[in-house]
């Protein structure tokens, strides 16, 4: 019993710390979350305008790709025409 009383009592006196270092913890992210918010928008947009100016650059390759899909294969129209249709 005396045993299981003194880590008790040795838990219990590391409780301050261990809040002390919780509170400085959720502190520091917090800060780290408000630079971050200020960021945020300048790399979202550039992201999207990134993603706008690949598919402006790969549109020949998209044409060519769509135009293949449309023609098809006459060989293969029995294994296809079923997956075109449903």
Same mark, same amino acid.
């Given at each position: 019993?005396?045993?299981?009383?003194?880590?008790?009592?040795?838990?219990?006196?590391?409780?301050?710390?261990?809040?002390?270092?919780?509170? +400085?913890?959720?502190?520091? !992210?917090?800060?780290? =979350?408000? /630079?971050?918010?200020? %960021?945020?928008?300048?790399? #979202?947009?550039?992201?999207?305008?990134?993603?706008?100016?690949?598919?402006?650059?790969?549109?020949?390759?998209?044409? +060519?790709?769509?135009?293949? !899909?449309?023609?098809? =294969?006459? /060989?293969?129209?029995? %294994?296809?025409?079923?997956? #075109?249709?449903?």
């Amino acid at each position: 019993m005396g045993r299981a009383w003194g880590a008790f009592k040795d838990t219990e006196a590391e409780r301050p710390a261990y809040l002390r270092e919780t509170a +400085k913890l959720a502190r520091d !992210q917090n800060q780290q =979350d408000v /630079e971050q918010t200020r %960021e945020n928008p300048h790399i #979202v947009a550039r992201e999207i305008q990134g993603e706008f100016d690949r598919f402006h650059d790969r549109q020949p390759a998209y044409r +060519k790709e769509i135009d293949n !899909q449309l023609r098809g =294969d006459p /060989e293969k129209i029995k %294994e296809t025409l079923p997956h #075109v249709l449903y």
